[in-house]
């Protein structure tokens, strides 16, 4: 099972660069994200509705293959508590020279909170981070 955070699973729902890759990738791996996906995800979208790179229509549309993709158990979703934002406090000191963003560690807590071995992601950063906690990385960039 992998781990997909925001940034690789939007290109489930967005036509993007490495789409197709992503695709593939869903096609062979069960794929764990968290609630904190749930939300960046719904941000995303609002923040491209807004920006005027997809319209209302589409964000309602996502928003509800979304819904779809969890009920169904194509994504297993994972909760956020208390115990992952104490890892994700920790990770950002034992991670002390990558530049790690709050919700960068948060995804990186669940994904070992959920004992993935895969990591997926579009983040540069993420990539690193993930890679040095000895996750299998997926890069979609």
Known sequence: MIYADTSALVK???EEPFSA???ALLRQESVAISRLTVVEL???LARRRRNR????VHESRVNAELAADI?????RVGGIGDE???TAYNLIGRLADIPLRTLDALHLAAAGQLAVAGFATADKTQ???AAAL???VHRFY
């Open 127 to 129: 990539a690193e981070a």
């Open 134 to 136: 000895g996750f299998t």
């Open 84 to 86: 992952h934002f104490a």
């Open 42 to 44: 719904r941000g995303a």
């Open 53 to 56: 790179e997809i319209d209302a």
């Open 71 to 75: 009920q169904d158990g194509a994504l």
């Open 12 to 14: 489930r729902y967005v």
């Open 21 to 23: 890759e992503f695709e």
